[in-house]
Every structure is written in C-alpha cells, then in structure tokens.
C-alpha cells in the first residue's frame, strides 16, 4: 500500500525585521484573502504584513510588495500598513491561530446613509497622519472547502466587529460603533487536505474557535492602540 502523505501542521514561524512582518507556514495551505498582493483563491506559504508611512503614496503597491518579498517562501500573500506591526497580536484557540494588527486612525461603518453622513473634522496643520487598518492572518488547522473558506471568512469580519464595539471604538463617518476601516485586509487559510469541511460559520466547532481568536486579537489591538 502507498505511504499516506505527512499530515499538515499549521505551525508558523513568526519574525520581525525592521517593518516588515512574516509569517512562515511549515506547509503550503489553501487560503481565501483580501490582500492586495497574492489576494484571492489560492495558496499561501508565507503572510508578509509591511509598515508604511501614513503618507504612503505609491500606487503600485503589488510591486512594492514583490520586491519586499522577494526569495521568501512561496505562495507569498501580502499586506501593508500604517500601523506599528511590532504590535502584533497573536492567539490561538482550540483549531484558530490569529495574528492582527490594528490602527484606528480611520474607523468606518459600513453602510451609512446618506442622511447620517458624519465628516471628521479636518487635522490641525503639523498634526501627524491618522493611521487606520485593522489586518488579520487567520489559520484554522481543518480542512475546509470553498465555500467553508467564505463562511470562514464571514465569521472572522463579524468578530472583528464585534471586537471594535466591544472596544467602544465609534465610527467617524455615522452615528454608533465602527465595523472597521476602508483598508482592512484579512487572510483565511487552512489543510489543503480532503475530505474537507463546507461550513465554519459560529455554530461550528471551528468556527467558533476562529471567532473567539479574531475578537480577541482585535479586543487586545484596540487596546494596545489606545495605550499609544
């Protein structure tokens, strides 16, 4: 009989250099991102989250991330942000891994109407650039199908706004609590293995081990944001 395939581990190799963070995989896994580089369906070996200056302008951001990457393991998904990736929050629960970053210089509701349309104030001239995206690399050691990914997917973005409100943090753009930024970015990877799992919504055992990891990654964020 044929030797059945090593058993994928979900460990991951956590470093820092200068702005750039990453996230090594030890095996290449299956992933449904948002990221502007390496976004999509697909794979991921390594997660790269780059700080930016808050004035950050090239709109190229692809290539600025192919260059930053370059000979690191791939498939390579990448990110950037504004806010200080040295702190990174990383949780892990039951079958979730969660690593987020999170700036609130720019908390948004989603769905605003227009007659609740609230516009920030403008900054006193001098004052710094307000730093706002909350990312998050989410790795859930079971296999999950398309469909499963996008119901894990769903499950981390209402976490995280369930996080934010947990926070008390207030949307700048309308009335009540913030459900994000206009930048956020998140990963969601997983065994690239069969059988695989259709549904990681709340209900599911490994759903709720993501969502319990994203809001407190993203809890603990909005904290260390306000310390600074």
């Not at 192919?66 to 040295?86: H, I, Q, S, Y």
């Not at 293995?193 to 909005?222: I, K, N, S």
């Amino acid at each position: 009989m044929p030797a059945e395939p090593p058993a994928f581990r979900c460990d991951i190799e956590l470093s820092l250099g200068g702005r750039l963070l990453r996230a090594e995989l030890v095996d290449e896994a299956r992933c449904l991102s948002s990221a502007v580089y390496g976004g999509g369906l697909g794979r991921v070996r390594t997660w790269v989250n780059l700080q930016v200056a808050p004035d950050y302008a090239r709109t190229d951001p692809e290539t600025h991330l192919a260059e930053a990457t370059n000979g690191f393991a791939g498939p390579v998904v990448g990110m950037l942000t504004a806010a200080k990736v040295d702190a990174v929050q990383d949780i892990t629960n039951g079958t979730a891994r969660v690593l987020a970053t999170v700036g609130l210089g720019h908390p948004t509701a989603a769905a605003v109407l227009a007659a609740t349309v609230h516009q920030p104030p403008p900054a006193p001239a001098g004052a710094p650039a307000r730093v706002g995206t909350i990312n998050v690399f989410a790795v859930v050691a079971v296999p999950l199908t398309e469909a499963g990914l996008a119901g894990a997917f769903i499950t981390a973005v209402e976490a995280k706004a369930q996080a934010l409100a947990a926070a008390g943090v207030q949307a700048a753009n309308a009335p009540g609590w913030a459900t994000g930024t206009a930048s956020d970015a998140l990963v969601i990877a997983c065994p690239p293995a069969q059988p695989a799992e259709p549904f990681a919504g709340p209900a599911t055992p490994h759903g709720a081990d993501l969502a319990r990891a994203v809001f407190e990654a993203v809890l603990r964020g909005c904290r260390a944001w306000r310390e600074r």
